[in-house]
């Protein structure tokens, strides 16, 4: 389906099942009372201006999301299934649910993205990269899997509980981690906080495990 700079908008709400969808270019898809669905067996291409946009809940199945510089925004629950693929909100892209968003994914690459959301669940089993990104929860924040995580500059913070599982996770060069309640990052090998890394928690503990930390 190619909806290069087009609009498809459905009132009482809008399913697309196809291969792949090309929303490039400011192309458009919406619901504005009810639920916005993507069904896809190959990629979705929503960059450049790309949009998605529900009143309702967003459903996003694809093998690939490349959402760079694009928007995917839900008024409901949004849920991004991108299992054994890549999820690509670099270069300015933006996320955004005013309800709970579960992200399950090989990859999450947000270097310069934003990504906010009230719960957060993130489902990831080889890298999130949040270098100069934004990762914001309104409620708890919970990263699960065996991601490497680049948070060089990088913000994770959450308004709740913040909790990290991961292979390891590099906070450096300014780097935040911070939680209103509880933070535990639980890692396979380092946790590198170096050159001015933040991690904290506002009103309840912080719980590290990891291999080995470097605090310089």
Do not use: C, F, M, Y
Request: net charge negative; no cysteine; glycine share 14%.
């Amino acid at each position: 389906l190619n909806n290069q700079g087009g609009l498809v908008s459905g009132w009482q709400g809008l399913s697309v099942t196809a291969d792949t969808l090309d929303n490039r270019n400011n192309g458009t898809l919406s619901s504005r009372e009810g639920d916005l669905q993507v069904a896809l067996t190959g990629g979705l291409d929503n960059s450049a201006g790309g949009a998605l946009a529900s009143q309702g809940r967003l459903s996003v199945t694809a093998a690939n999301l490349d959402n760079r510089a694009g928007l995917l925004v839900s008024a409901g629950q949004q849920q991004l299934d991108v299992r054994g693929g890549i999820l690509d909100n670099s270069q300015g892209g933006r996320i955004d649910s005013a309800d709970a968003l579960h992200v399950q994914a090989a990859r999450l690459d947000n270097r310069d993205g934003t990504l906010t959301a009230g719960p957060i669940t993130l489902n990831l089993a080889n890298q999130l990269d949040n270098r100069q990104g934004k990762l914001v929860s309104a409620a708890d924040l919970q990263v699960q899997g065996t991601a490497a995580v680049r948070n060089q500059a990088g913000q994770l913070l959450s308004q709740g509980r913040l909790e990290l599982a991961g292979a390891s996770l590099d906070n450096s060069d300014k780097g935040t981690l911070a939680a209103n309640g509880e933070l535990i990052a639980r890692l396979e090998g380092a946790l590198l906080n170096d050159r001015d890394g933040l991690i904290n928690s506002q009103d309840g503990a912080v719980r590290l495990s990891a291999a080995h930390l470097s605090n310089q």
